[in-house]
């Protein structure tokens, strides 16, 4: 027999299990349970270390950087990939402007797409094969003078 109790605890709790994801997919983890390092972009003799995010699971690949409301200058998200693929991101719940880096085994950006646009849709390609993205605030490659075949010093990536 259902009482009206045990109804209203079942509602409950599909409320608080329903809240607990988004329309898009599970729940959004902090960034404070991301492992996190550091890296080095080697920029045509100059060195820019920044403080990043791990994406290293399929869970922190689908989540990235959605609902960041800041990300200092110096911090980013690195994601890194099991093989070498030709992917694509898009910025879906992203609400800050990023450039995203993609950068090939060797460590080395191949494409660059600056300050692409928050809670865009649109396909933002690798165009060509990558082991990792590196995504930093909007306008830090700009800034910093970071260009394509600059080169990504992190152990993920093999020197050449």
């Known amino acids: 027999m259902i009482t009206k109790t045990s109804l209203l605890a079942a509602l409950a709790a599909l409320f608080l299990w329903n809240s607990a994801f988004s329309a898009d997919g599970p729940p959004i983890a902090p960034l404070t349970s991301f492992t996190h390092d550091t890296l080095v972009i080697d920029s045509h003799g100059m060195t820019h270390s920044f403080r990043v995010y791990l994406a290293t699971t399929e869970a922190q690949h689908a989540q990235g950087l959605m609902f960041v409301k800041k990300l200092d200058p110096d911090r980013g998200m690195l994601f890194i990939f099991d093989q070498p693929q030709v992917t694509a991101f898009w910025m879906k719940n992203t609400l800050i402007p990023l450039d995203l880096l993609f950068v090939a085994p060797n460590g080395r950006v191949i494409r660059i797409a600056p300050n692409a646009q928050p809670l865009s849709l649109e396909s933002i390609s690798s165009m ?8 930093l605030a909007g306008g830090s490659c700009d800034r910093l003078h970071i260009q394509t075949g600059d080169r990504v010093l992190y152990r993920a990536f093999q020197a050449g």
């Open 128 to 135: 060509g094969t990558i082991l990792g993205v590196l995504e």
